[in-house]
C-alpha cells in the first residue's frame, strides 16, 4: 500500500523559510495530481499548492508568491518551499493526491510561526 510521509516542519519565525518534502513508494507522483494541504488548529484542512503531471503549478491566494511547491519523480519525492512565512502559516501541513485521495493520508509535518 502506497504511503505518503511529510516531514521538514518545525518552528521558524516570520519571515523565514522551510522546506517540506514527501515521500511516497510506487511512483505516484508521475501519475497522480499532487497537493500539499494545511490544517490549522480548530480549522478545517485547506488546498495550499498542486502541482498536475505536466508540472502546472497553482496555490491559494495566501500563498502565492512565498511558496513553491516541485517534485522529484526519480526520487518519489515532493516538496513545498515555504519563504516569508507567517503567523498564520502556522498548521500542520499534508501531502495528498489533488482532488483525489491516493493513498491514507500521512500524519502531517508541524509547522509553527512564532516570534
Known amino acids: 500500500q502506497v504511503q505518503l510521509v511529510e516531514s521538514g516542519g518545525g518552528l521558524v519565525q516570520p519571515g523565514g523559510s522551510l522546506r517540506l518534502s514527501c515521500t511516497a513508494s510506487?511512483?505516484?507522483?508521475?501519475?497522480?495530481?499532487m497537493a500539499w494541504y494545511r490544517q490549522a488548529p480548530g480549522k478545517q484542512r485547506k488546498l495550499v499548492a498542486t502541482?498536475?503531471?505536466?508540472?502546472?503549478?497553482d496555490y491559494a491566494d495566501s500563498v502565492r508568491g512565498r511558496f513553491t511547491i516541485s517534485r522529484d519523480n526519480a526520487k518519489n519525492t515532493m516538496y513545498l518551499q515555504m519563504n516569508n512565512l507567517k503567523f498564520e502559516d502556522t498548521a500542520v501541513y499534508y501531502c495528498?493526491?489533488?482532488?483525489?485521495?491516493?493513498?491514507?493520508w500521512g500524519r502531517g509535518t508541524q509547522v509553527t510561526v512564532s516570534s
Open positions: 495528498q493526491g489533488a482532488s483525489i485521495v491516493v493513498a491514507p
Open positions: 510506487g511512483g505516484i507522483f508521475s501519475i497522480y495530481p
Open positions: 502541482i498536475e503531471r505536466g508540472g502546472t503549478t
